[in-house]
């Protein structure tokens, strides 16, 4: 008996559960290469992003401008683009721009990932109901008259297949499920390390800078004005002497 012949006994002994658990295991893998394809190509590493903001002059137009494009193609090229059109606001408004560029980012993360929760919770399920149906045709044989032992054995034997085919599915989607909801925090943690970057080095740093550049100019200023009241008074003093003499 060739494989097809077995699959076809299985699928008819168990109501035709195997053949939706063999779906839902092909959906679950072909999730799971979308997925991987999608991360390896749309979503760069985390190191790779925090150097590029390390490095970057947020003040610099021409130079943010080109990290935006350089990642157009990723899930961060519309973080990056709020950015560069937030750039004249003020930080809480810059913030809520660029919060909205990371909502509309989400359902690209976790895109036909619900269809792996949906294969874990019904790969097993579905799996026992084989199984119950199986063996309730084994006691079918069973009660009737001059059955085998083989036939009531085989039967059985079969009906576990289905519960056997229903936790792969599960143990598949879970692994999957697991590797992807990691990434998928990752990619947010880049989002939000994008954000926080932005707003601070644009705005909040350059203002610190403003202030401490203001606080020397008036130290210096303060200086030349002593200097020269100091100048002033030499001079007062030494005319007094003079014309006293």
Not at 136 to 149: D, I, R, W
Not at 219 to 234: I, L, N, P
Request: glycine share 8%; with cysteine.
């Amino acid at each position: 008996m060739n494989i097809l012949q077995q699959f076809l006994s299985l699928s008819t002994q168990s109501a035709g559960i195997i053949p939706i658990l063999a779906l839902l295991f092909i959906v679950v893998l072909a999730v799971a290469i979308e997925r991987v394809a999608f991360f390896a190509k749309a979503a760069p590493s985390g190191a790779e992003i925090d150097h590029r903001l390390n490095s970057l002059d947020f003040h610099d137009e021409r130079s943010v401008n080109e990290v935006a494009t350089r990642y157009r193609s990723t899930v961060y090229g519309a973080t990056l683009q709020a950015v560069v059109e937030a750039r004249s606001l003020n930080p809480d408004e810059m913030d809520r721009y660029i919060d909205e560029a990371i909502v509309r980012t989400l359902p690209q993360l976790d895109r036909h990932l619900w269809m792996l929760d949906t294969a874990v919770t019904l790969g097993p399920l579905i799996g026992l109901l084989g199984t119950i149906i199986g063996i309730t045709e084994s006691f079918n044989v069973l009660g009737a008259a001059g059955p085998s032992a083989g036939a009531v054995t085989g039967g059985i034997s079969h009906a576990l297949i289905a519960t056997g085919c229903g936790l792969l599915v599960a143990i598949v989607g879970v692994a999957a499920n697991g590797y992807f909801a990691k990434r998928v925090r990752l990619a947010m943690l880049c989002l939000d390390l994008i954000k926080l970057a932005s707003v601070k080095r644009t705005h909040l740093v350059g203002r610190s800078t403003a202030g401490t550049a203001g606080i020397a100019g008036a130290a210096d200023t303060r200086e030349r004005q002593e200097h020269v009241a100091s100048v002033r008074a030499m001079s007062r003093t030494m005319a007094s002497d003079a014309s006293g003499a």
